[in-house]
């Protein structure tokens, strides 16, 4: 996993680092999630900002036998690790950025709260929309409690190209 270093409050530098900008991107094998990283991406470099990539393993329903169900959520949680260790070397490749990297198990919508309150220094949560039909389950969510977030929600919309998102960003 890719960690950002902490930094205590004397050190040189620290009050900038500590405005820096920081886009959270929801990373998932989905090409919403591909473009809102791209965007983050673009933002963060261009703003002197990082990105913070948060892999999401979803509670998986209840199996009969605990093995089968335990070797169920082992697998999930190996394949997002994987999915985030893979954007996180694309990004750092692409953009030099080192972003940092958390897999967690649960509810959508309910871990990204606890990340979000977990890590105050996020300025922005940047979800990817669908490029038909509905949005997306996390941007349904997020935009139906909007005023409530700690942070400023991007969009990036479905039917934008890279050429598109590069312009933008």
Do not use: K
């Amino acid at each position: 996993m890719v960690h950002m270093a902490n930094e205590s409050e004397g050190t040189p530098g620290a009050e900038a680092r500590a405005r820096q900008r920081v886009y959270l991107v929801i990373m998932d094998d989905t090409e919403e999630a591909a473009r809102a990283l791209r965007f983050a991406a673009r933002r963060a470099v261009r703003t002197g900002g990082t990105v913070h990539i948060l892999a999401l393993v979803p509670r998986q329903e209840f199996v009969v036998f605990g093995s089968i169900q335990a070797t169920i959520e082992a697998e999930a949680r190996e394949r997002a690790e994987d999915l985030a260790r893979t954007a996180a070397g694309s990004l750092a490749d692409e953009s030099g950025l080192q972003p940092a990297v958390a897999v967690r198990t649960g509810s959508g919508p309910q871990v990204v709260r606890e990340y979000l309150a977990e890590h105050p220094e996020v300025s922005a949560l940047v979800l990817g929309a669908a490029a038909e039909g509905n949005p997306g389950p996390l941007v349904t969510h997020f935009t139906s409690q909007i005023g409530q977030l700690p942070c400023v929600l991007m969009i990036v919309p479905g039917g934008i190209d890279e050429r598109g998102i590069d312009s933008f960003s």
